[in-house]
């Protein structure tokens, strides 16, 4: 099967089922059975098996199965390091934000009417 592309428009269950078949392809390219990435990952079988057959499982468990099939530097890759860009820094005199903010709520437009109808 040739790899897909992962797009916003790919439901969940589609989208865990195409990252199980690429973790199953990673194991068997490492040769390694599932009984030994579980025990190497810390993890149930059960547990890889359900991953690599497209199962939601916890990130927790993501991360240690990355970890043995030598994945994690993708995640990187996944999700940057985020930047700062020098003219917001300029902006907030060199302080980095915090927190994010929530969108600040536009008044109600004021309703007028014309009163020059003596």
Do not use: C, H, Y
């Amino acid at each position: 099967m040739a790899n897909m592309k992962l797009t916003n428009l790919q439901t969940d269950g589609v989208i865990l089922a195409e990252l199980g078949r690429r973790v199953a392809s990673r194991r068997i390219d490492l040769q390694l059975t599932q009984a030994q990435l579980a025990e190497r990952a810390g993890v149930g079988k059960r547990t890889v098996e359900r991953f690599e057959s497209g199962e939601s499982t916890q990130m927790s468990t993501v991360v240690r199965i990355f970890r043995i099939l030598e994945l994690l530097p993708n995640l990187d890759t996944m999700i940057p390091e985020p930047g700062i860009r020098p003219m917001d820094l300029l902006r907030r005199k060199r302080k980095t934000r915090q927190r994010a903010s929530s969108p600040r709520e536009l008044a109600e437009p004021v309703k007028w009417e014309w009163k020059d109808k003596a």
